[in-house]
């Protein structure tokens, strides 16, 4: 289990974290020529053996790398525009299926786990996902409702929505592996105070609808993921 949790962490920081948006966009542009796709396969491959910390696990790590290259390629020359959606849940569960066929095969040799580091490591897992990487999920599977305009983001500030949706599902993330369901319903009604107030104002029901349901998901998102680590303590 803590080998899947570290590939699992490997895989967040190497298709999330550290993947600018410059990357993906010239991967999309070059497909194979780009330099950016083979640099990403490299980065997943050193990502997953340095977090798994076995030198044993190098030749396991190379078929990772490969394997994730190889779906990226099919996905960079596949997806059209209409279908990006798509293409981005199918590569990803497919990166996920060889995450767990490596975990699965790879058995431990010499190195002990004890408690507390695993602990840690679901933990900091679970820390990671519900970042950037959540934010992407949500944002492609509410993309196909998204509004024409979104009036009320003209006097925000940048990335403002993102940032916040981060930091609630933290929050919620922590208020649950500590025990404080109450203050969850705090979080949730303070935002809808100062949310959906302005929405309301605006007079938009989609652009509305479309706000509720991204943060029902990403509140649904943190509470399901924190109840799930909750149940490994």
């Known amino acids: 289990m803590i080998i899947f949790v570290k590939l699992l962490l490997a895989h967040l ?3 999330f974290l550290l993947q600018p948006t410059s990357w993906v966009l010239e991967k999309e542009s070059k497909k194979h020529k780009s330099i950016y796709l083979y640099t990403h396969t490299l980065l997943h491959g050193v990502l997953a053996w340095i977090l798994v ?15 994730h290259g190889f779906i990226d390629f099919l996905k960079l020359y596949f997806q059209k525009t209409e ?17 767990v066929l490596i ?8 190195i002990d786990f004890d408690a507390f580091n695993d602990t840690f490591w679901i933990v ?17 599977i509410i993309s196909i409702w998204t509004p024409e305009s979104k009036s009320e983001g003209n006097n925000s500030l940048q990335n403002a929505g993102n940032y916040i949706g981060i930091l609630e599902r933290l929050f919620v993330f922590c208020f649950i592996i500590t025990a404080h369901f109450e203050a969850i319903g705090f979080l949730l009604a303070a935002k809808s ?9 605006a007079k938009d029901r989609k652009l509305t609808e479309y706000v509720l349901i991204g943060t029902l998901l990403s509140f649904g998102i943190a509470l399901l993921v924190g109840l799930l680590i909750t149940k490994f303590y």
């Open 13 to 15: 920081f190497g298709d």
């Open 53 to 67: 910390g076995d030198i044993r696990f190098g030749w396991f790590a190379l078929l990772l790398a490969l394997s």
């Open 83 to 99: 279908t990006k959606r798509n293409w981005f849940i199918a590569d990803q569960v497919l990166h996920l299926l060889v995450i």
């Open 103 to 110: 975990a699965t095969v790879y058995k431990k040799l010499t």
């Open 124 to 140: 900091i897992t679970g820390i990671i996902f519900l970042t950037k990487p959540t934010s992407i999920l949500i944002r492609n």
């Open 193 to 201: 105070i100062f949310r959906f107030g302005d929405l309301k104002e």
